[in-house]
């Protein structure tokens, strides 16, 4: 019995949500002195529509270790936690308390706490692999080998619709903004091997962004027909299938798959962000 725990900033296709094997485990929103749960229950629309309407920028806040310790009160015997890059939140800290608090009483119990070093589908994509691996009748130390190198070996990259959310949190000045707003530049996004997060380029347009991001990606991707490919994006699946269509002109992959973004993911992209992991 295995069990993969990731936190809400990684989107669950729907195949993953109906599969007993998977849970996603809550962080919460926090804009303008109210708290929303990145659960089920997350209006994407509402609350892109209160984040144009703030001054501030939003926050957010990862789930508790006693969360995390109630994902974990399970009958499997192997049990993996997925979390955001411990360089963009506390996710991984608050998870490797939890599993030192639970296995105080639970000795018989295997449990790992991987750092993404990614956010969104990244996350997504280690628990695929974890289940494969697992199914394949790997053992408990085979798989964390395994994912250790698939967690070396994955890209992340986005591109931003806008550049408010980086001006609101005071990470962009409000000139540097509004030049980029006016002359239609989009930053293309990615991550370092640590887990922060980088400028790889710019461009004018989406379009030519998207495919600025698409030769990023396949600058470093090797053994394509081997890997597979997410997409998640922030209202705006037109947007994601264009850059899947992108995608498959230029190699051929194992799967690619798109998703919407739940809400961390929705707060770091905004309206109209795209990210991109392989």
Known sequence: MYKIIIDSCGELPDKLK??????????????????????????????????????????????????????????????????????????????????????????????????????????????????????????????????????????????LETLETLRKAGRLSGLKAKIASTLNIKPVMGSTDEGNIQQLAQARGMNKALDRMVQSMMEVTKNCEERIVAISHCNCKERAQQLKEKIEKVASFKEIFIVDTAGVSSMYANDGGVILVV
């Open 18 to 159: 109906e599969d007993n094997h998977f849970e996603n485990v809550p962080l919460i929103l926090q804009l303008d002195g109210q708290e929303i749960i990145d659960d089920e229950t997350f209006d994407q629309a509402a609350f892109l529509a209160k984040v144009a309407e703030s001054e501030q920028s939003p926050k957010s806040a990862c789930p508790s270790p006693d969360a995390y310790m109630q994902a974990m009160d399970s009958d499997a015997d192997h049990i993996y936690v997925v979390t955001l890059s411990s360089q963009l939140s506390g996710s991984y800290n608050s998870a490797c308390l939890a599993r030192d608090l639970y296995l105080e009483d639970h000795e018989d119990k295997k449990i790992c706490v991987i750092d993404s070093k990614s956010a969104s589908v990244g996350e997504t994509l280690i628990g695929m692999k974890i289940a494969d691996c697992e199914e394949a009748g790997m053992s408990y130390e085979e798989i964390i080998e395994a994912i250790e190198t698939y967690v070396a070996e994955q890209h992340t990259f986005f591109v």
